[in-house]
């Protein structure tokens, strides 16, 4: 969804997740019963991490902190990854989940030892689920015109760093946008993904349905936001919404093997790659052919080309940080 939920909100399983400050969530399993109990909103997990040194495959640096007990940043080597942790509502995004989410892309930018970011959610059950539905009553113009979460979702789609997202569990409505707002998808073979927006009355508001067309296509995109209807990771898979599906225990792996893949490469042509693929596919062949022409006229007269060509030609891996 598009908007925030509050702190409070009830139910751990159930299909749409309820409370006193709060009201139901979409992104839960629709397949799950309805119950009730009472919860804090915040996960009791730290802001931050810490851990030992090691590669971006095993090991945990020291933690970013966001600020906000519902978001937590690891630092794997030089990937950072972004988890939104309120396990017991399905991940569904508040204020605070904005506001970690917001801060932890702060960090990311300013700090020189981050290179990749990999998002994905706490718990077995739900990447990220969608927002608080019982505020749709007193949406207002203004609250459409400020889309928060929209101009969020875009922010990481215009993220120099390359992203990754790992999604381990369902992925509705806000969560599902997130995850395309991402370069790279990964899915969890449990994982499932839709855009149930249309059924409350409203749209997927975050990005969704401009980016899913161009994603899996435009017949596609308007058959699955007009119905509703969830698919599981293999059919996300074979329509091109996902790059790849893994069993849940290696989705972390996989997620920081591709992170670990792309900062082998040079990091200018990697972030030069992104933003010429990204800004091509919103205009037309020539401007992106232009776009491209600019892009590698900078590329040779920089010092990673001299290396990577250097390296080649020696049989050596590449020092492109050390260039």
Do not use: H
């Not at 409370?19 to 730290?46: H, K, L, S, W």
């Not at 904005?98 to 930018?109: M, R, S, W, Y």
């Not at 080309?305 to 891996?317: I, M, T, V, Y």
């Amino acid at each position: 969804m598009s908007e925030t939920t509050t702190d409070t909100t009830t139910g751990t399983d159930a299909d749409t997740t309820t409370g006193t400050d709060a009201g139901t969530t979409t992104g839960a399993d629709p397949a799950a019963d309805t119950t009730t109990g009472t919860t804090t909103g915040a996960d009791p997990a730290a802001d931050t991490t810490t851990g030992t040194g090691a590669d971006t495959s095993t090991g945990t640096d020291a933690g970013i902190e966001t600020g906000t007990g519902t978001v937590v940043v690891e630092l794997r080597g030089r990937v950072a990854v972004v988890t939104v942790t309120r396990p017991d509502v399905r991940n569904a995004l508040n204020l605070g989940v904005l506001d970690g989410i917001e801060a932890a892309l702060d960090a990311c930018e300013r700090r020189a030892d981050v290179d990749a970011v990999v998002f994905t959610g706490a718990g077995e059950k739900s990447f990220v689920a969608g927002a608080d539905i019982s505020q749709l009553v007193g949406y207002t113009l203004q609250d459409g015109l400020r889309a928060r979460m929209q101009r969020l979702w875009d922010r990481i789609q215009d993220l120099e760093l390359p992203t990754i997202a790992a999604v381990n569990g369902v992925a509705l409505g806000g969560g599902n946008e997130l995850a395309m707002s991402c370069d790279i998808r990964i899915a969890a073979d449990r994982a499932r993904f839709g855009l149930p927006e249309a059924g409350l009355g409203i749209l997927p508001g975050a990005g969704g349905t401009q980016r899913l067309s161009r994603l899996v296509g435009l017949g596609r995109a308007q058959e699955m936001i007009l119905t509703g209807r969830i698919i599981d990771a293999e059919e996300a898979l074979r329509i091109g919404l996902v790059t790849s599906v893994v069993p849940p225990e290696e989705l972390l792996d996989a997620a920081l093997g591709t992170a670990g893949t792309i900062l082998a490469k040079g990091p200018l042509a990697v972030r030069l790659a992104k933003l010429v693929v990204r800004g091509g596919a919103e205009t037309d062949q020539r401007t992106g052919l232009l776009l491209e022409r600019l892009a590698q006229s900078l590329l040779y007269a920089a010092d990673e080309k001299a290396e990577g060509a250097s390296a080649f030609l020696e049989k050596r891996p590449a020092r492109f940080r050390d260039a």
